[in-house]
């Protein structure tokens, strides 16, 4: 009798400890919040090319995956990072989660990304201006101030994070060149 106890409170343990992991690494909510002015999904960016041009404000677009770590990461380090929030707070944020559905996965194709996350910046929604987050290798491409064209990748920090986004807002500014 008392080993059918002990085994009990054991399994019990185990099974409390097995989903305390799963809430804490799994579960919990670690993305970007609407209460920071964040837009969600489809009906989220139509919202935001509305409001684009009545605020004559540029749209920051955010493609990402669910179960995608590096996702994860750079929302913790970047899009949650409370000194860059007023950066942040230039544009209309979208975030768009790639596994909601086809339709979400047919939109993303018409930016040719090749890897996750991607950001974009626009101004017209026919023409989106990539940043070229390349988290694999911690970098990200900032152009230069006199010709948007050229530029060099820069080691991903928060310097090289806003000036990429200053930069590439500059570009979607600018009508796109024929």
């Given amino acids: 009798m008392f080993k059918k106890i002990l085994l009990s409170c054991l399994l019990i343990g185990v099974a409390v400890a097995a989903l305390a992991y ?37 749209i920051l677009l955010y493609v990402r995956r ?49 890897t996750y996350p991607s950001l974009f910046v626009l ?15 911690q970098q990200i491409w900032v152009p230069m101030e006199q010709h948007l064209e050229k530029g060099n990748f820069m080691p991903l920090s928060e310097t090289s994070f806003r000036l990429a986004l200053e930069r590439a807002k500059i570009r979607a500014l600018q009508p796109p060149s024929e």
Avoid at 50 to 57: D, V
Avoid at 128 to 135: D, I, K, Q
Wanted: glycine fraction near 4%; include cysteine; charged fraction near 25%.
């Fill in 66 to 114: 669910k179960a995608c770590q590096r996702c994860l990461d750079f929302e913790k380090d970047f899009l949650n990072n409370s000194a860059l929030k007023p950066t942040l707070n230039e544009y209309i944020k979208v975030q768009i989660n790639m596994d909601t559905d086809r339709r979400h996965e047919r939109f993303a194709d018409q930016f040719g990304m090749y």
């Fill in 22 to 58: 799963i809430f804490i690494f799994h579960v919990q909510d670690r993305g970007v919040h609407a209460k920071d002015g964040w837009l969600f999904d489809l009906e989220g960016y139509y919202q935001a090319i509305s409001r684009s041009r009545f605020e004559n404000q540029p």
């Fill in 123 to 137: 101004n017209d929604p026919d023409y989106a201006v990539s940043t070229f987050l390349v988290l694999a290798t």
